[in-house]
T-cell receptor
Framework: DGGITQSPKYLFRKEGQNVTLSCEQN?????MYWYRQDPGQGLRLIYY???????QKGDIAEGYSVSREKKESFPLTVTSAQKNPTAFYLC??????????FGPGTRLTVT | GQSLEQPSEVTAVEGAIVQINCTYQ??????LSWYQQHDGGAPTFLSY????GLEETGRFSSFLSRSDSYGYLLLQELQMKDSASYFC?????????????FGTGTSLTVIP
């Protein structure tokens, strides 16, 4: 079955540590996205990539970094510079018709 | 900048019809999407409108008026499983590629 996988589902880290969230897709989509969702809020765009080896900052990119070395993979690193990293992180890929498929998400808690 | 407004909460009776509105302001509008998200889950795609008019998919329909910067999602024959949050999202086709901006969501509660 095609889809998007994110791991882990829950992640706990100490303040000051960098952490990398995994996102893999086998849908053969060119475009991939990372969003952050806080309780009771909508999704805010962190980074997006339209093609391999290229990515763009979204509205809240500060304190995050990404790479896109393979079409299937778009990992997100939450660095110690991110002031409020505790959130629900969602990865998505998009069809040419602009339908976004989302992974199950990773809940990151930083204490 | 971009902004989207939708009601925060809606309650409706099972079997009824409910409409969730979305108004938006964006610099480069290309289309309006709707997503459903159950508690703790990931959003799932419902519809995408690039042109004015009504799109129907089963019990769900979505409408767009580009001149009014307005759209809505219409849910018919409501079922208990429709209780979820619904997000509208604008596709902004900037030079650097497609970005999607989401509203803060409408929490729909379906009651018996």
């Amino acid at each position: 079955d095609g889809g998007i996988t994110q791991s882990p589902k829950y992640l706990f880290r100490k303040e000051g540590q960098n952490v990398t969230l995994s996102c893999e897709q086998n849908l053969n989509h060119d475009a991939m996205y990372w969003y952050r969702q806080d309780p009771g809020q909508g999704l805010r765009l962190i980074y997006y990539s339209q093609i391999v080896n290229d990515f763009q900052k979204g509205d809240i990119a500060e304190g995050y970094s990404v790479s896109r070395e393979k079409k299937e993979s778009f990992p997100l690193t939450v660095t110690s510079a991110q002031k409020n990293p505790t959130a629900f992180y969602l990865c998505a890929s998009s069809t040419p018709d602009h339908e976004q498929y989302f992974g199950p998400g990773t809940r990151l808690t930083v204490t | 900048g971009q902004s989207l407004e939708q009601p925060s909460e809606v309650t409706a009776v099972e079997g009824a019809i409910v409409q969730i509105n979305c108004t938006y302001q964006t610099s480069g509008f290309y289309g309006l999407s709707w997503y459903q998200q159950h508690d703790g889950g990931a959003p799932t795609f419902l519809s995408y409108n690039a042109l004015d008019g009504l799109e129907e998919t089963g019990r769900f329909s979505s409408f767009l008026s580009r001149s009014d910067s307005y759209g809505y999602l219409l849910l018919q024959e409501l079922q208990m499983k429709d209780s979820a949050s619904y997000f509208c999202a604008v596709r902004d086709g900037a030079l650097t590629g497609n970005q999607f901006y989401f509203g803060t969501g409408t929490s729909l509660t379906v009651i018996p």
